[in-house]
């Protein structure tokens, strides 16, 4: 199993540029996946990746954007199972650089998480149904998890995503 973060990249104020943002959130993760994938056929490898709610390749914003692009780059690079992390806000996120909008953020889903599971995760929570995904696959999930099909797109394989509430649900299971 490969796990990539979509945490291995920056904000696009710190990397001074939409382009600068794109080729550390995206270029760098794609490479990073196709540089750990095996050559060898017989050997099935399972990618797992934490990208994030609201990705959408077609979003003319440009943080999901890149998201949705970096989740269909992924796709296409032919691993036997890859499954995409879409979660909420990080609950618990340890950063060198508060963001007062993320701050502000998080008072809102924190307060609205007792309604709904849709808006945020505990980063721990995040963990366990990670590792809990790595070693079930696509097959393995449970349906409580409701794991949905992203559509196989121009280059790109079919793949499985889940979302906020699903990887809470996942972080139950033993």
């Known amino acids: 199993m490969l ?3 979509r945490y291995l990249g920056t904000t696009r104020n710190q990397a001074g540029s939409a382009e600068a943002f794109e080729k550390i959130d995206r270029e760098y993760v794609i490479n990073a996946a196709k540089a750990a994938k095996s050559t060898d ?3 099935q490898q399972r990618l797992v990746y934490l990208s994030s709610g609201g990705a959408n390749a077609s979003s003319p914003f440009l943080y999901p954007k890149s998201k949705g692009l970096t989740e269909r ?3 296409s690079l032919g691993y ?3 499954i995409a992390f879409q979660p909420g806000l990080l609950r618990g996120a340890q950063r060198s650089d508060p963001r007062l909008a993320e701050t502000v953020l998080g008072w ?3 307060a609205l998480s007792h309604v709904t599971s849709a808006l945020e995760i505990n980063v721990a929570d995040l963990g366990r149904s990670i590792v809990n995904a790595g070693k079930l696959g696509t097959a393995g999930l449970p349906k409580s998890v409701g794991a949905a099909q992203s559509p196989a797109q121009e280059g790109s394989s079919a793949y499985t995503t889940i979302n906020n509430a699903g990887a809470i ?3 139950k299971e033993n």
């Open 80 to 82: 036997s199972d890859f």
């Open 73 to 75: 780059g992924l796709a």
């Open 3 to 5: 796990f990539i973060s």
């Open 41 to 43: 056929s017989s050997h």
């Open 108 to 110: 809102v889903t924190g």
């Open 169 to 171: 649900a996942l972080s």
